[in-house]
């Protein structure tokens, strides 16, 4: 079974800076797309960034200039570098793949458990 597990999260001030991380393990075929979500009180769960397999990269347009998607192909593994946090960051952030488990199988969608993000002085 695969499984997603995300690590990084913590407190920070504003201001301050955090990089999480999500490493993708199991049976692997092919990623074909991997993301980062988060959710914050009172909102749906939305959207950071993510990358598809072409490697083009997506940011949510709060976060675009702050934050940087990264990936490591070998493990499968993805970061989130998050600079200059704000207080409305605050929030769990899932990571998410669409990983296709051998080469028999269609792709299936998977999600980690989620890590904490809080910032506040």
């Known amino acids: 079974q695969v499984q997603l597990v995300e690590s990084g999260g913590g407190l920070v001030q504003p201001g301050g800076s955090l990089r999480l991380s999500c490493t993708a393990s199991?049976?692997?075929?092919?990623?074909?797309?991997m993301a980062w979500y988060r959710q914050t009180t009172g909102n749906q769960r939305e959207l950071v960034a993510n990358?598809?397999?072409?490697?083009?990269?997506n940011y949510a347009n709060s976060v675009q200039g702050r934050f940087t998607f990264s990936k490591n192909d070998a493990k499968p593994t993805v970061f989130l570098q998050m600079n200059r946090l704000q207080p409305e960051d605050t929030g769990v952030y899932y990571c998410?793949?669409?990983?296709?488990?051998?080469?028999?199988?269609?792709?299936?969608?998977?999600w980690g458990k989620g890590t904490l993000v809080a910032v506040s002085s």
């Open positions: 998410n793949a669409l990983i296709q488990p051998d080469i028999f199988d269609d792709s299936m969608e998977y």
């Open positions: 990358v598809t397999r072409d490697g083009h990269i």
């Open positions: 199991g049976t692997i075929f092919a990623v074909n797309a």
